[in-house]
Nanobody, 113 residues
Framework: VQLQASGGGLVQPGGSLRLSCAASESIFNINAMGWYRQAPGKQRELVAIITRDGSTSYADSVKGRFTISRDNAKNTVILQMNNLKPDDTAVYYC????????WGQGTQVTVSS
């Protein structure tokens, strides 16, 4: 299974970005999909996750600002990020558990004025 992430970039504080991660296989029966991030000098952390039944969970730091969703028809997991802050700057990675775990290549998100 290959995952292709896209949508990162440079945005000013308060702006928005939409990350997408497309899988090369159907995600219809997938166990869970998530987004993680890793800032320079820090460990990779979970940002958001969505399970097979559609339940979602978020890191406290992004609650109310980020939304994770899935598009089964496009085999895609999406992370809508609003009201971005400089602390959100990191490389963002998508993960899918089929149940075997697969990772996307990472996409850079930079929040700076």
């Amino acid at each position: 299974v290959q995952l292709q992430a896209s949508g990162g970039g440079l945005v000013q504080p308060g702006g928005s970005l939409r990350l997408s991660c497309a899988a090369s296989e159907s995600i219809f029966n997938i166990n869970a999909m998530g987004w993680y991030r890793q800032a320079p000098g820090k460990q990779r952390e979970l940002v958001a996750i969505i399970t097979r039944d559609g339940s979602t969970s978020y890191a406290d730091s992004v609650k109310g600002r980020f939304t994770i969703s899935r598009d089964n028809a496009k085999n895609t997991v999406i992370l809508q990020m609003n009201n971005l802050k400089p602390d959100d700057t990191a490389v963002y990675y998508c993960n899918m558990q089929f149940p075997r775990s697969y990772w996307g290549q990472g996409t850079q998100v930079t929040v700076s004025s």
